[in-house]
């Protein structure tokens, strides 16, 4: 079965540092991998995707996230954040793109310090 | 501006009371997706839908969950009878087949006392 670590479930960034968000997956196969945003009371956004192809994946934003098949990773970075970046981030993994549904981890809440 | 829209967006009921959730998809969209969101689980697929036809609901409790699709443009989830333990924000999403990207509802915030 699928699954997704995301292994802090709290980070504080001071505001124009930078940011890498961690996670792990567990999939038998290619994995389709997604990070997603939420601001308090709102749905979910999503940020950026995986399917193939280059390994680092641009999103909106400025978010960029890595694919690592070696350590099972697909870590979400920002260079430098702003205060508005505050939310919960959530990675998550689905088979045939997605299409079935998508399995997500945790969650992370970031913290922007001023 | 296409949008999944949810209704209502907080839903407060008494245990035992029936619930009735709602989704409009986007325009065009045929996989319309069911998560419910709590601290302690996370997001949870509940059920999904292809072209109104249900596809996996492993992830509802079948005694007291159901999901329709009525028409293209309406989704439901009702609970009947609902328990404390539902509260919890549910999600609708929809997704256009072989796009994976699904655009989240804005969610029901359910409670149940």
């Known amino acids: 079965a699928q699954s997704v670590t995301q292994p802090d479930i709290h980070i504080t960034v001071s505001e124009g540092a930078s940011l890498e968000l961690r996670c792990n997956y567990s999939?038998?196969?290619?994995?389709?991998l997604f990070w997603y945003v939420q601001s308090p009371g709102q749905g979910l956004q999503l940020l950026l995707k995986?399917?193939?192809?280059?390994?680092l994946v641009q999103g909106i934003k400025g978010f960029e996230a890595e694919f690592k098949r070696s350590q099972s990773s697909f870590n979400l970075r920002k260079p430098s954040v702003h205060w508005s970046d505050a939310a919960e981030y959530f990675c998550?993994?689905?088979?045939?793109?997605?299409?079935?549904?998508?399995?997500f981890g945790k969650g992370t809440h970031l913290i922007i310090q001023p | 501006d296409a949008r999944v829209t949810q209704t209502p967006r907080d839903k407060v009921t008494e245990m035992g009371q029936e619930v009735t959730m709602r989704c409009q998809p986007i325009?065009?969209?045929?996989?319309v997706f069911w998560y419910r969101q709590t601290m302690m689980q996370g997001l949870e697929l509940l059920a999904y839908?292809?072209?109104?036809?249900?596809?996996?609901d492993s992830g509802m409790p079948k005694d007291r969950f159901s999901a329709e699709m009525p028409d293209a443009t309406l989704a439901t989830l009702k609970i009947q009878p609902s328990e404390p333990r539902d509260s919890a924000v549910y999600f609708c999403?929809?997704?256009?087949?072989?796009?994976?990207?699904?655009?989240f509802g804005q969610g029901t915030r359910l409670t149940v006392v």
């Open positions: 998550a993994v689905g088979e045939w793109g997605g299409a079935d549904g998508l399995t």
């Open positions: 999939y038998g196969a290619t994995p389709y």
């Open positions: 995986y399917f193939s192809g280059d390994t």
């Open positions: 325009l065009g969209h045929n996989t």
């Open positions: 839908f292809r072209n109104r036809a249900p596809l996996d």
């Open positions: 999403a929809s997704a256009q087949q072989g796009n994976a990207e699904a655009f």
